[in-house]
């Protein structure tokens, strides 16, 4: 397990909130562990907006037997050779859906799977079994589905305001934490998998309650 203190130029704000196509055109490796920190908006059905810290993600490669883009291109991992900026949803078990931020050029095939989020709020919809542990309803890529109400429909739709779900950059508040080494991101491989599983390629945000396994 690698813990590290981050301080990176190219994940900073210059100035700007929304995280924008250009900002996620570069490898999983960098967008994932730059992506601790910033936030995953959702307009909800309802209208409301749900505000998510993202404290857990994980990179897939093209060239990573882990990635659904290994094996080439099909209708079910399509987004995932789309342009960067966009998400990929996919379905498993018959009950999740799991969301992931495209990366890199168009025909590469990367992503970043985000696996928990904070939520500042808890949506209308959350049921009362779940909103006993708040800081646990989005601990895990399909209770962060399920929370926010993403699914396939959103799978290769640009990340934008007015798509409804859209990426912001870190705050300053955080970014002066992660300085300071007040804040710190842990490295380790990444976890439900059965391939690659040596590669370190996960990481979360240290000692924070909605990180889905530590």
Not at 21 to 33: E, F, H, I, K, N
């Amino acid at each position: 397990m690698t813990v590290t203190n981050r301080n990176v130029s190219d994940g900073s704000n210059d100035g700007k909130t929304v995280i924008g196509a250009t900002w996620c055109d570069r490898s999983a490796l960098q967008v994932a562990p730059d992506l601790i920190g910033c936030s995953l908006l959702r307009r909800m059905p309802s209208g409301e907006t749900i505000r998510g810290l993202i404290v857990e993600t994980e990179a897939y490669l093209p060239d990573d037997p882990a990635c659904h883009a290994y094996r080439g291109q099909t209708a079910r991992n399509a987004a995932m050779f789309g342009p960067a900026g966009r998400g990929y949803v996919y379905f498993i078990y018959g009950m999740y859906h799991c969301f992931n931020v495209v990366t890199e050029a168009p025909g590469v095939g990367s992503a970043v799977l985000l696996r928990a989020l904070f939520l500042e709020t808890l949506p209308q919809t959350v049921a009362p079994k779940h909103a006993r542990q708040p800081h646990r309803v989005a601990a895990g890529p399909g209770k962060l589905c399920r929370t926010l109400n993403i699914d396939r429909q959103s799978d290769g739709q640009p990340l934008s305001q007015a798509a409804g779900l859209w990426l912001e950059h870190r705050s300053s508040e955080f970014e002066a934490e992660l300085s300071t080494g007040a804040a710190r991101l842990v490295q380790t491989p990444r976890i439900g998998i059965s391939k690659a599983v040596e590669q370190p390629w996960r990481w979360y945000l240290a000692g924070h309650p909605a990180v889905s396994k530590h």
